[in-house]
């Protein structure tokens, strides 16, 4: 039996092409997921279906950080809002506790679709966190 321990969830870093690393309080790496195709052969007598692979599909990734005078992000989902189409591959590492890298989700082609500005609170004292979501074509598991 192996005594391989699980790694912690808050040891990571985001690189974006273009874009200087940036620190996120969190991400959700995307979901990839394959489409179930169903359909049953005409010269079949019972009414069972067969299932066959369908489209590939990619959720978005959702990063968040502190609210910082980098406008770096923004300045990109304000490009692509006016018709720059910029992708770009973004990276996200899991580190061990060394810091060393150990698993690695390359996010292929990927823009903003949305950014969201901090909630704002005046008897409030946590960090200001603003989030943006990044479509991408495909992601790419490397361990």
């Known amino acids: 039996m192996s005594d391989v321990q699980p790694y ?10 273009g874009i200087a690393e940036a620190q996120f309080a969190e991400v959700v790496v995307p979901t990839a997921s394959i489409a179930v195709v169903e359909y049953r052969e005409g010269a079949d007598k019972t009414s069972r279906t067969r299932k066959l692979p369908g489209r590939t599909s990619v959720s978005n990734a959702v990063l968040k950080r502190g609210v910082t005078t980098d406008l770096a992000l923004y300045q990109w989902f304000r490009a692509v809002s006016q018709g720059e189409f910029q992708p770009r591959n973004a990276l996200i590492v899991l580190l061990d506790a060394s810091r060393q890298d150990v698993r690695r989700w390359l996010l292929r082609d990927a823009w903003p679709v949305k950014y969201e500005g901090p909630t704002l609170q005046a008897q409030g004292n946590e960090v200001t966190i603003e989030s943006i979501e990044l479509a991408c074509e495909d992601v790419e598991l490397e361990g």
């Open 8 to 17: 912690r969830n808050f040891n990571f870093r985001v690189e974006i092409d």
